[in-house]
């Protein structure tokens, strides 16, 4: 089955900096990868995702990358803020019938002001 | 309006004894799922209903056992409750099956077994 290795666990960064955040996955059919925001006391959130057939995307300060050949895809957050701080899990999955989704272990990002 | 609703937020218990945790979604989705999160932060799925149908069934103790009354509804209930099945429990509901619809998760289920 697939398996999601994230790195960094722990990452801090000073207020308007950015932070990386980076993934691996194994199994090369692999063609779905979101990301999720996991705020003190809730439950994640979708905050981005790629599909296969794009190596860029991005959505204000966020934005993600994927390179296939390599499988590996990176969440990149511009201008920090301190509400960025959480915790950040990506996922894998084969977007076809019932398949799930495998998280990454997850990123505590903190945002020093 | 809560889109994923667990209850209850948080449920301390002793070991051998037998509880439900329950979920209720209002936006109308079709698929709904069951995740574990540990003391270490990694989520994993445990089950997964689209249409009050098991449709995915990970290596979980059989003592969890999943019911899902309709659509809008999946409840876990969990027998013979070990230490080792302290965790967080989410509840999440997508509109589809296909794992590329976005999740929606409830506010989780802190279980601590004495």
């Known amino acids: 089955g697939e398996n999601v290795e994230q790195h960094p666990s722990t990452l801090s960064v000073q207020e308007g900096d950015s932070a990386v955040i980076k993934c691996t996955y194994s199994d090369s059919a692999s063609n779905y990868f979101p990301w999720y925001k996991q705020e003190l006391g809730k439950g994640p959130q979708l905050i981005i995702d790629i599909r296969s057939n794009v190596g860029e995307k991005k959505d204000q300060r966020i934005a993600v990358t994927l390179n296939k050949t390599a499988k590996h895809f990176s969440l990149h957050i511009t201008e920090t803020q301190p509400e960025d701080s959480a915790v950040y899990f990506c996922?894998?999955?084969?977007?076809?019938?019932?398949?799930?989704?495998?998280f990454g272990t997850g990123t505590r990002l903190t945002i020093i002001p | 309006d809560t889109a994923v609703s667990q209850t209850p937020k948080y449920l301390v218990t002793q070991m051998g004894n037998d509880k439900s945790i329950k979920c209720e979604q209002n936006l109308g989705h079709d698929t709904m799922y069951w995740y574990k999160q540990d003391s270490k932060k990694f989520l994993k799925i445990m089950f997964s209903?689209?249409?009050?149908?098991?449709?995915i069934n990970e290596t979980v103790p059989n003592r969890f056992s999943p019911k899902s009354p309709d659509k809008a509804h999946l409840n876990l209930h969990i027998n013979s409750l070990e230490l080792g099945d302290s965790a967080v429990y989410f509840c999440?509901?997508?509109?589809?099956?296909?794992?590329?619809?976005?999740?929606?998760f409830g506010p989780g289920t802190r279980l601590t077994v004495t």
């Open positions: 209903y689209n249409n009050k149908e098991l449709i």
């Open positions: 996922a894998a999955s084969i977007n076809f019938g019932n398949e799930k989704l495998t």
């Open positions: 999440a509901s997508s509109r589809g099956p296909t794992s590329s619809y976005e999740q929606y």
